[in-house]
């Protein structure tokens, strides 16, 4: 939920992580493998532009994928506290609860809310310091077609899912909140009404019909009903204790102390504003451990990974439907889950690569005609993993998004160094996803291996071997080889991609002294595009260092110099790691200070 801490008016805006539009359907375009002999063998004869128009006609999927949804709101209305005093507010990222409190003609009213990690329900204890002064209404609406009953102390929303580009909705949802309070519950129309009450606790419980990519036969009602029951059950102190543990067992495994100033006592929005002016070290922990609490709340095993812009989206139709982006954001979500002690944060998109196996080795071979799996620059929780419909394929055309996602297998693994997995689980992805990398490799006549086509995601054009697709496939072929020597097997298949490894095409220096991004030495040194996808190689993969490789480390460099130092939030985050990856501390911190000026909102998100 996000809780908005109205006085008058409270807001629990709802989601439910598998709620989306359309349903499971199949997105391939069948006319893609034919011409792809014909579309290398153009860009060879560097024809790149009759390649791109091959490519946009044939590749170009059918839809352009589901959107995430969100359920609704659900409305706590306070007659005569709009004139409220004494507010405060806070999120506490310590407990992962949320509180509002304030003053109404001598009464202190106070509001707390939190997403049960332990009973999967959202609980909101509400109280007043005297005896009989609570008094509130409880209703619900929503974007979408839904239907409100309520009987006793219960209210049940039924939300149906949306058509979207031809396929019919799936999914539907079923809320339930509960009422338990020491005054009179009476039912006014759809909304329940509670007066005379010093407590009340709200539990609300949700659910779909989502089993799986290409299942959606589950009972929302069933499954809602049985969380809310088994919820009640517990007292609140006991339920807010459970909740409570379980988060801080995540949460407090890191503590950053960075130092801390009178500053810290300021509202979250005055110090965003004057963080430039210096002297609030403690905010960029803020930030840091935010970041942290934002990936538990979002990513816990079992459930599904964390999304474009958040499970806290609020609308049906958001900006790129709110789905998975795999040519960046998608991974960039999973940066800090290793690194910060979070292995846990890690299965759910472990869990979704698997799910994408199936669905990506038909895209695979219908496509590419190649052995393995991958996935494209979009996808959703019902297998999608093709190209866009919407979209010129110099943006679109992503098939190392694939290769990308496996890579998080190894990291998870070398992080935990659970052999276990890596054999009866890590193992197969990454070996499929290098037989892919392996196989779409053009091998010409030189002995050379290249990437065709192949693109510099969202900045085009249609190439012969741009460098991030190399970066990628070397990513994903060292992780391959790395695991295969773990387990002791696949001796014969190891050879093959070392020797792939000896003759990919090797990172090039420009004209510029710059890494180049393309197979020709194109870049601008006034382009300062949001991407930076031909530094993959220094961050988030290990084949550029200045410890190891200082030449292209210097390189890259003169990239992020041409860059410049401004871009869209998601873009400082990915800079400002490949300049702490240069050892460069002091440029970090002044993209990081341009971030929290330029790209950073009252509640710190981007």
């Known amino acids: 939920a996000m809780v908005y801490g109205g006085t008058g008016r409270e807001e629990l805006q709802l989601n439910e992580e598998t709620f989306w539009a359309g349903g499971p359907y199949d997105n391939n375009n069948t006319n893609a493998l034919y011409v ?15 390649a791109q128009r091959l490519v946009d006609a044939n590749f170009l999927a059918r839809k352009d994928g589901m959107s995430y949804l969100t359920m609704g709101s659900l409305f706590l209305d306070f007659p005569g506290h709009e004139e409220a005093t004494d507010f405060y507010r ?9 509180t509002t409190r304030y003053k109404v003609d001598g009464v202190t009213y106070t509001r707390r809310v939190f997403a049960s990690f332990t009973d999967s329900v959202i609980v909101v204890r509400l109280q007043a310091d005297k005896a009989g002064a609570l008094a509130f209404t409880v209703g619900y609406d929503a974007p979408l077609k839904h239907e409100v009953n309520v009987e ?15 396929v019919k909705a799936a999914l539907r949802a079923e809320c339930r909140v509960k009422v338990v309070s020491d005054g009179q519950t009476i039912t006014e129309g759809k909304n329940l009404k509670v007066t005379g009450a010093t407590e009340a606790t709200l539990y609300l419980s949700a659910a779909t019909n989502y089993v799986n990519y290409h299942d959606v036969s589950g009972d ?20 807010l204790e459970n909740h409570v543990a379980y988060y801080r067992k995540l949460f407090g495994r890191v503590q950053l102390d960075l130092g801390e100033t009178a500053a810290a006592s300021k509202e979250t929005t005055l110090r965003i504003r004057d963080f430039c002016q210096g002297n609030d070290p403690s905010l960029a922990t803020l930030l840091f451990q935010y970041g942290r609490y934002l990936l538990i709340s979002s990513s816990q095993p079992g459930g599904q990974p964390a999304n474009l812009q958040g499970i806290w989206h609020n609308n049906i139709d958001g900006p790129w439907r709110v789905d998975y982006h795999n040519n960046i954001n998608l991974q960039m979500n999973y940066w800090p889950a290793c690194p910060t002690n979070l292995n846990e944060c890690m299965l759910p998109l472990i869990d979704f690569i698997r799910m994408l196996v199936k669905p990506g080795e038909k895209t695979a071979q219908t496509y590419f005609g190649t052995r393995g799996w991958t996935t494209s620059i979009s996808g959703n929780i019902f ?29 998870y693994y070398d992080y935990t160094r659970d052999k276990r997995f890596l054999k009866e689980i890590g193992y197969d992805l990454i070996k499929s996803s290098a037989q892919f990398a392996a196989d779409y490799l053009w091998h010409r006549p030189d002995g050379s291996y290249t990437a065709a086509p192949s693109t510099s995601p969202e900045h085009g054009p249609i190439d012969k071997g741009a460098t991030f697709a190399h970066a990628v496939i070397r990513e994903i072929l060292e992780d391959a080889i790395s695991a295969s020597k773990v387990l002791g097997i696949d001796a014969k298949e190891r050879r093959q991609w070392e020797e792939i490894l000896k003759n990919l095409v090797p990172y090039q220096i420009g004209r510029y002294g710059q890494l180049m991004e393309w197979s020709e030495d194109i870049d601008n040194p006034q382009d300062q595009h949001r991407h930076v996808n031909h530094l993959f ?7 550029i260092s200045p410890i190891t490789t200082p030449t292209l480390a210097n390189a890259s ?21 490949q300049w ?27």
């Open 36 to 50: 792809l002999p014909v579309v290398r063998n153009l860009i060879f004869q560097g024809k790149t532009r009759e």
């Open 90 to 98: 806070d999120l506490n990222i310590e407990d992962a609860t949320a």
């Open 152 to 166: 006793g102390d219960l209210l049940t929303i039924t939300c149906e899912g949306k058509d979207q580009e031809g």
């Open 220 to 239: 929302a009602a069933v499954r809602a009903d049985r969380c809310l029951q088994r919820a009640v059950q517990i007292p609140y102190k006991k339920a």
């Open 383 to 411: 297998g999608f993993t093709t190209p866009l419909a919407s979209k010129d394929m110099s943006w679109n055309f992503s098939p190392m998004s694939g290769p990308w996602l496996a890579t998080h297998i190894w990291e």
């Open 537 to 543: 190689g220094l961050h988030p993969g290990h084949t």
């Open 557 to 577: 460099k003169v990239v992020l110099n041409h860059r410049g130092d401004g871009a869209t939030g998601w873009s400082m985050g990915w800079k400002l790691n």
């Open 580 to 606: 702490a990856r240069l050892h460069d501390g002091n440029r970090a911190y002044k993209l990081f200070s341009n971030l929290l000026k330029n790209g950073t909102l009252d509640n710190l998100w981007d």
